[in-house]
């Protein structure tokens, strides 16, 4: 009986009741400003522009000790207060200025649903480590982590570099090497600070660890960095699998991107065999996961702007001969279109009748400036009207099928 209470009364609020909570919490300790509670995008508007999402801190409160979730949630109000309360100076932060690494398709995602137009450049000043994960800056304090854009390093007069230098000798010495060895050959990071996937920068903590000549990094999140050797199979597997569960089960995901170090230099790699074969699966039902959500922040912003455009979805399907999963999405005639990526597109001519499918590559390469490029970090292509009869010729002479195309 004492359990069954016990358990009613640590129960974490819906999210509808975390919303008000957090609302009533900034209006209280931030009363010069108003804020707006926008429940379908489950976010808070402040009247100086700032955009408050909330998925990831109602994750974290959820999963916080129910003893400490008050405390959690004060934290945060604060150190939102905190970081727009006023002006960085240089030499004044210098010793707490760190380097994070952020989900580019994440912030992105943000960027839509506050309907900015501005470039991703423009909004966060960041160095690309792949195609979705980015180097930033941030300024480290007991209350948050202040990002920093390109108007505080002209303020400063400082170049992203020469910044990031500092940040990285900061966390060097930041505190001692925290790794264990998950399993034979694969070790994972447990500093506790928030800051274990930006030790991916730190080249020495990688090459201290016994994985061999050639070191592989994996950063599922903030909070975790896996590392093992290039010819260890079985460590390779266990890291993808450890990366999947933390992707998909844990609060602020970051990548399903595998690096290899080489010098002193990561770059993106898939491994041979089982190992590259499990990371792929995982790679696309992560970017599968990231266009619907991409799609749902637009078809939202479509509606609010009063827009007519069809936002086509990004579809993963398994192949029945040999569990190859294929992406794909349709382009429909005679509707402006924005469509993703993919691994096929299914062109369709006329109601009722089979689509023309075709690669992704083909279809652009014979689309030519038909398709636009969008600005997107997941990549999407403006088709505004239906390939004419001429480039429908030479697409059915590229025609494919999902049992035949190669991904």
């Known amino acids: 009986m004492l359990t069954f209470l016990k358990n009613i009364f640590h129960r974490p609020p819906t999210a509808e009741n975390f919303a008000d909570m957090v609302l009533d919490a900034l209006r209280r300790a931030w009363p010069e400003h108003t804020f707006t509670l926008e429940r379908e995008k489950f976010q808070i508007q402040q009247s100086g522009g700032l955009l408050i999402n909330l998925h990831n ?15 959690q949630l004060d934290r945060f109000v604060r150190g939102m207060v905190s970081a727009g309360s006023s002006e960085d100076v240089y030499e004044e932060v210098q010793g707490r200025l760190l380097p994070v690494l952020r989900n580019l398709s994440g912030v992105d995602l ?76 694969l070790f994972a990071s447990h500093y506790g ?48 699998g ?21 010098d002193k230099t990561w770059a993106p790699w898939t491994p041979p065999g089982e190992p590259g074969r499990a990371l792929g699966r995982l790679q696309r039902e992560l970017l599968a996961s990231g266009y619907a959500e991409q799609k749902q922040a637009m078809d939202i912003a479509q509606e609010q702007a009063g827009t007519d455009v069809f ?40 109601e009722g009748e089979d689509p023309l499918i075709v690669t992704m590559a083909d279809f652009l390469e014979i689309s030519g400036s038909g398709a636009k490029r969008l600005p997107y970090v997941l990549p999407r292509y403006e088709v505004v009207e239906f390939p004419d009869a001429g480039c429908m010729a030479r697409l059915r002479a590229r025609a494919t099928s999902m049992d035949a195309v190669n991904v």
């Open 242 to 262: 450890q990366a999947r569960r933390i992707l998909f089960e844990e609060s602020r995901p970051l990548s399903a991107d595998m690096f290899v170090l080489t």
């Open 311 to 350: 936002v086509a979805t990004h579809t993963l399907v398994e192949r029945s001969a040999d569990g190859q999963l294929i992406s794909y999405a349709v382009l429909p005639r005679d509707v402006h279109t924005w469509l993703p990526t993919a691994d096929l597109v299914l062109l369709s001519e006329e």
């Open 110 to 185: 943000m960027r839509i649903e506050a309907a900015d137009e501005k470039a991703l450049t423009d909004i966060m000043s960041y160095c690309p480590l792949s195609d979705d994960l980015g180097i930033a800056l941030a300024i480290d304090s007991e209350l948050n982590i202040k990002q920093i854009g390109d108007d505080v390093l002209k303020r400063w007069n400082k170049t992203f570099d020469d910044v990031l230098q500092v940040a990285v000798d900061n966390l060097r010495h930041q505190a001692a090497p925290a790794f264990h060895e998950v399993s034979r050959g």
């Open 57 to 71: 801190i109602y994750a974290d409160y959820r999963r916080a000790d129910p003893a400490m979730r008050r405390q």
């Open 193 to 240: 600070d928030y800051y274990d996937a930006a030790r991916i920068l730190v080249h020495e903590l990688i090459w201290q660890l016994p994985v061999g000549a050639q070191p592989v990094a994996m950063v599922p999140n903030r909070s975790c960095l896996l590392v093992c050797g290039a010819d260890n199979e079985a460590a390779l597997i266990e890291m993808v």
